[in-house]
């Protein structure tokens, strides 16, 4: 098994930055992605970013595209998201996620097999 946990979430005013971070333990060998999917009151989860493990491609959603950037340390077994521009539509509970499949929709919440407890985002003026 493995365990995901985040940190790093707050309050934030539009336009402002923030810094999340998932720490991995346990098994963590064998990852093929670590990514971060994120759910609004009133709706779905929904994917917002991913980084194969070994190679270290990225994949972000149209919404935080240029805004957002996920990053990882291997040695640390972490990831982290970077968020800049952030929007009221920001506002989620963010959760970090990992996948040890090697084929399927990284966008897809049934493609990763561990997930964090989330942590809170709130962009508010």
């Known amino acids: 098994q493995a365990q995901l946990v985040e940190s790093g979430g707050g309050l934030v005013q539009p336009g402002g930055s923030l810094r999340l971070s998932c720490a991995a333990s346990g098994r963590t060998f064998g990852f093929n992605h670590l990514g971060w999917f994120r759910q609004a009151p009133g709706k779905e989860r929904e994917f917002v970013t991913t980084i194969n493990w070994r190679a270290g491609s990225t994949y972000y959603a149209d919404s935080v595209r240029g805004r957002f950037t996920i990053s990882r340390d291997n040695a640390k077994n972490s990831v982290y998201l970077q968020m800049n521009s952030l929007k009221p539509e920001d506002t989620a509970v963010y959760y970090c996620?990992?996948?040890?499949?090697?084929?399927?929709?990284?966008?897809?919440?049934?493609?990763?097999?561990?997930w964090g407890q989330g942590t809170q985002v709130t962009v508010s003026s």
């Open positions: 996620a990992a996948s040890r499949y090697l084929s399927g929709s990284y966008r897809s919440i049934e493609y990763y097999n561990y």
